[in-house]
């Protein structure tokens, strides 16, 4: 992949991720997804193909791969999800407002979420470490100062 391809990668994950699971992800579901129990989000454009596939809902491990002319080119693995201590009641609000904070991803932090993001008395955090060969970082979700969600994420290109 050339320095051009890489450029349009960016692109084409940011939008990948806004059209995918940041935008509730009921026109990207594949009905019968390739790993039995899974859930799989896919997204194409051009020679570009989005495709994260993960399981469980409240607790959740995954992986993201986006493909280049039907080669794998780039992953990212993460797990977590709501901390056992949060409430019921605050569970689907925490996951609306992280569909908003990953909406709001950009090309100087495009793997998950912004490094901040506040709407009202949420908050969504975001800490990156490494580049875009090789990455890890962490994503908070804050309900009135007190952590509702975590999760872990790794990842980089892989050609």
């Known amino acids: 992949m ?3 391809d890489r450029k349009n990668f960016f692109e084409f994950l940011l939008l990948a991720k806004r059209n995918t699971y ?9 009905s019968i997804p390739l790993v ?4 799989q989000l896919d997204w194409k454009s051009g020679n570009w193909l989005y495709r994260d596939i993960y399981f469980g809902m ?46 709001q991803a950009s090309r100087e932090h495009p793997y998950r979420g912004p ?12 800490v990156l470490y490494g580049d875009e060969n090789q990455f890890d970082g ?10 509702l ?8 290109f892989i050609i």
């Open 22 to 30: 940041a935008s509730g992800g009921q026109d990207t579901r594949v």
């Open 58 to 103: 409240t607790r959740f491990s995954g992986m993201e791969t986006v493909y280049w002319h039907s080669n794998p080119v780039w992953s990212m693995g993460y797990f977590g999800g709501i901390r056992p201590e949060t409430s019921e009641g605050l569970v689907k609000p925490a996951y609306s407002f992280l569909q908003k904070a990953l909406a």
């Open 149 to 156: 969600y975590l999760l872990n994420f790794a990842g980089g």
């Open 115 to 126: 490094q901040s993001y506040t709407l009202d008395n949420w908050v969504y955090r975001s």
């Open 2 to 4: 050339n320095n051009k």
């Open 138 to 147: 962490t994503e908070e979700v804050w309900c009135d100062e007190q952590s």
């Open 36 to 39: 039995p129990a899974s859930k």
